[in-house]
């Protein structure tokens, strides 16, 4: 299956997203963990996206495209993808009609996470990531069994520099200006399924699962 999971910065998408695409045994693409890993790595791509992630913009279409194109190139993406928060623009979005297209591999879905804004606020100021495995944590609705400490791997837990209040207001502002189009988009293009991300994690999922069609 080629999906990809719409919503807005702290609706839930990598938290999904990991769940589903171990369900559907896809790749998980997520073009911000690609950006991150980049920038503690320090390579081009990473020093690229650096400046715009810290101030809460999007990276440059070209850059964001090229990467996912190449992603989306590689063996294990044949039998199906899910991506996560790409595209974020209509040019990104075209892009990507563009290189399924000429594969001859559209899009099957775009599932769409509608939270309200007071809870995304309360969701991305209280996430916590591991900066060693990639887990996800929330101070309040899925805390680490010991404070701080990533229940996986036992390295400590961090905010992203992109969570704080200010930040994540000024992403929310991006988002409605460039990304929330995009829901019109697949709509008119017939691909969207709206489901309600404002429930618990596991009722988030079985709704994925049935707007899917795949219980
Ligand atoms: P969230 O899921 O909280 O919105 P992400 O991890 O998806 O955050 O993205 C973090 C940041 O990475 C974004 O604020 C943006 O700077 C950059 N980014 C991620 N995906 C894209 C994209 N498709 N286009 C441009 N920038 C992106
Ligand atoms: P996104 O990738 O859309 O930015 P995440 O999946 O990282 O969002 O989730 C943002 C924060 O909200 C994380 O701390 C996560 O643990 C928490 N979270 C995700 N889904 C839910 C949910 N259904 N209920 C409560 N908290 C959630
Ligand atoms: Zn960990």
Redesign the pocket.
Known sequence: MRLL?L???????????RRLTERLQIPHI?T?DMFRQAMAQGTPLGLAAKSYMERGQLVPDDVTIGLVRERLGEADCERGFLL??FPRTVPQADALGRILGDVGRPLDQAIN?EVPEKRLIE??V???VCPNCGA???????PPRLPEICDVCGHPLRQRDDDREETVKRRLEVYYQQTEPLIRYYEEAGLLKNVN?????D??LEAILLALGNR
Do not use: F, I, W
């Not at 996800?136 to 899925?142: A, E, L």
């Not at 991300?197 to 994690?201: A, E, F, K, P, S």
């Open positions: 999971l919503g807005p910065p702290g609706a839930g998408k990598g938290t999904q997203a997520s911000g996560d928060g996470l969701r991305a209280g996430r916590r996800t944590y929330h101070v309040v609705y899925n991300g404002d429930q618990d994690m009722s988030v």
